[in-house]
């Protein structure tokens, strides 16, 4: 069964870092995501990503966050310069169309960012 | 801005039992969708049941099946006959039909725990 694959599972980097974390998701699906998720703490929206730009963000995703899809199979999450509070499990989904009664966001396994 | 809450951090159910899980939400939306994920401890979130607001007849998804009071904004979960499988994270999550860029709105989650 199709899945939606991030890597690295962990990760840990030092404050003031860039960090890229990546996923690939499922091939014929049009629509990309991001969320993160604090410990402890809510999942939350990060952005959404249709057509090569970014269809919708939230208030967290600042000048310090990024995504790209650099081919046909990734889709990447950049943070410029890393917090402490980014510190986060960041879940990556996408659904083969716009989300709604027919569709479904299928998610990966996610990938712990801790910055120390 | 939606909110979605769940006020059962915890729960936990025997093997074969029924478990009902709460959520409550608040909008100023009409038309929405409603969903509840199962994340298990391989942390990879997946699709258990989803409801649209402007159906009265409440989902169903064999052993799964949702409460939907649209009047008190409520949309608790029931899992009958519990298998050890069901042991999760849970979380309600909320969609307005007003986008379809994928920024759900998720609760806290009920970790949910089968004892056989």
């Known amino acids: 069964e199709p899945e939606v694959t991030q890597t690295p599972s962990h990760q840990v980097t030092q404050m003031g870092q860039e960090v890229i974390l990546r996923c690939v998701p499922i091939?014929?699906?049009?629509?990309f995501y991001w969320y993160r998720q604090i410990l402890g703490q809510k999942v939350e929206f990060l952005v959404s990503?249709?057509?090569?730009?970014?269809?919708?963000k939230s208030e967290i995703f600042d000048d310090q966050f990024s995504v790209e899809r650099p081919d046909g199979s990734n889709f990447t999450l950049k943070i410029r310069s890393t917090k402490l509070e980014d510190s986060a499990m960041y879940f990556c989904?996408?659904?083969?169309?716009?989300?709604?009664?027919?569709?479904?966001?299928?998610f990966g396994q996610g990938t712990r960012l801790t910055v120390v | 801005a939606q909110t979605v809450t769940q006020s059962q951090p915890e729960m936990s159910v025997q093997e074969a039992e029924t478990v009902t899980l709460s959520c409550t939400y608040d909008?100023?939306?009409?038309?929405?969708?409603l969903f509840w994920y199962k994340q298990p401890p391989s942390r990879q979130m997946i699709l258990v049941i989803r409801?649209?607001?402007?159906?009265?007849q409440n989902a169903t998804e064999n052993r799964f099946s949702v409460n939907f009071q649209k009047a008190a904004k409520s949309f608790s979960l029931k899992i009958s006959d519990s298998q050890l499988g069901d042991t999760a994270m849970y979380f309600c999550?909320?969609?307005?039909?007003?986008?379809?860029?994928?920024?759900?709105?998720f609760g806290q989650g009920t970790i949910l725990t089968v004892h056989p």
């Open positions: 999550a909320f969609l307005p039909m007003s986008t379809s860029y994928g920024k759900l709105t």
């Open positions: 990503f249709y057509n090569n730009e970014i269809s919708e």
């Open positions: 909008t100023s939306e009409n038309n929405y969708y």
């Open positions: 409801q649209e607001a402007y159906k009265q």
């Open positions: 091939s014929n699906h049009l629509y």
């Open positions: 989904a996408s659904s083969e169309q716009g989300l709604g009664v027919n569709t479904e966001a299928f």
